[in-house]
Structure formats: C-alpha cells, structure tokens
C-alpha cells in the first residue's frame, strides 16, 4: 500500500513538474524581459527524458508527459481568452461567458498538443531499441528536431498561431533575435532546445560525478 502511494506521488510532482516547465518556457512570450527563462524552464524535462534511465517506461506515459508539457505551455500562450471575459459582444450569459473562456483556454492548448507530444513517443521508442545506443548529444539534437517539427505542426492547423513559438519570447535577446533574419524562428527553437538539453546533460554529469 505504502509502495503504490509513493509511486502516486511520485507521478503526481512528476505530471506537475511537466506542466510548470511547459508554463514557464511560455512565460517570456507574455514578459519578454524575462527572455532568459525561456532557455532554462526546458532543462528539468530534458533532465529527465534524456538522463534517467527509464526501462520500464510505457509509450503512454511518455505521451502524456508530452502532452502536460504542451498543453500547459499552450495554456499560458492562450491566457488572453480570459480577458475577453465577460464576452458581453456576444450576449452570453455569465455563466455561459465563464464556460466558453475555460473551455477556449484548456482546449484548444489541448488540441495542439496532440501532435507535438508524439516526440516524447519518439524518444522513449529510441531508448526501447536495444540497437541504438542512446547517446546523450545525439539524443539533444534529435529532441530538438523534434521540437521544431511539433511548432511547425501547430502551424498546419486552424488553431494554430504564428506567436505560439518560444522563439517569440528572444525578442529581449537582440542577438539571438537577429538571427532570425537569417534562419528563421525556427533555428532559434532548435538553438534553446539543444542549449537547455546540454544544460541537463552538465546536471546529470556533475550529479554522477558526486556520487
């Protein structure tokens, strides 16, 4: 009994330790001074997708670890569904105003998640194949690709929007920014996703090293 509860436990800070990394990478985009976060706030779930081991991990779980990730990073995008609350221009009751609103700002963050999540799928499909040896950079840069792919699949859709990309959050980093004009958004993506990786990579290093 004991054991099953901290297994609960452990999902649980595990579930909301996705969503709150998945919400701060959104944060520069509404507060672009806080640029900086946005290189950071990936680190603790490329900690964990990439430097522990994982044997019995389940291709359902890795998708739903993808999906709190997105969705919640969705969620802080899509925060200004809120500020059209009480929705008067559309006569709406005030509890019909408040239904629409959430369902507007969980839902379509939902819906676009369903793609992107399919990267964390990927990932734990590589480390089940035992021909593959799960290299540490290798696998940074293959998650970032992935990233890259996921933003650019929220773009295929109606529910996507051009400012929904972490790249958007950099316009505090002039040099980063910049070269944008060159590679486009997307090489910014790919650029914080394999810098945030590399920062778990150090974690997980300096951690081994200590014990």
Request: hydrophobic letters at 55%.
């Amino acid at each position: 009994m004991e054991k099953s509860k901290n297994k609960a436990l452990r999902a649980l800070l595990s579930f909301l330790m996705y969503c709150a990394s998945g919400m701060l990478c959104a944060l520069p985009l509404l507060i672009p001074s806080l640029w900086i976060i946005g290189w950071a706030a990936p680190a603790p779930v490329l900690f964990c997708e990439l430097c522990q081991k994982r044997e019995k991990d389940s291709y359902v779980c890795a998708y739903l670890r993808g999906m709190s990730f997105f969705w919640f990073f969705g969620v802080v995008v899509f925060y200004w569904f809120s500020e059209l609350y009480p929705l008067d221009f559309l006569g709406f009751t005030t509890s019909e105003a408040l239904i629409t609103v959430i369902l507007a700002t969980c839902g379509i963050p939902l819906l676009q998640a369903i793609v992107p999540a399919f990267g964390f799928v990927f990932i734990c499909f590589v480390r089940k194949r035992s021909f593959c040896k799960f290299h540490p950079v290798l696998s940074s840069l293959l998650f970032a690709s992935l990233f890259v792919l996921g933003e650019f699949s929220n773009t295929l859709t109606w529910a996507g929007v051009p400012w929904g990309k972490i790249a958007v959050g950099q316009v505090g980093f002039l040099p980063i920014v910049q070269s944008a004009s060159l590679f486009g958004s997307y090489f910014i993506t790919f650029i914080m996703i394999f810098a945030a990786s590399l920062l778990a990579l150090s974690v997980s290093s300096a951690t081994k090293k200590e014990r």
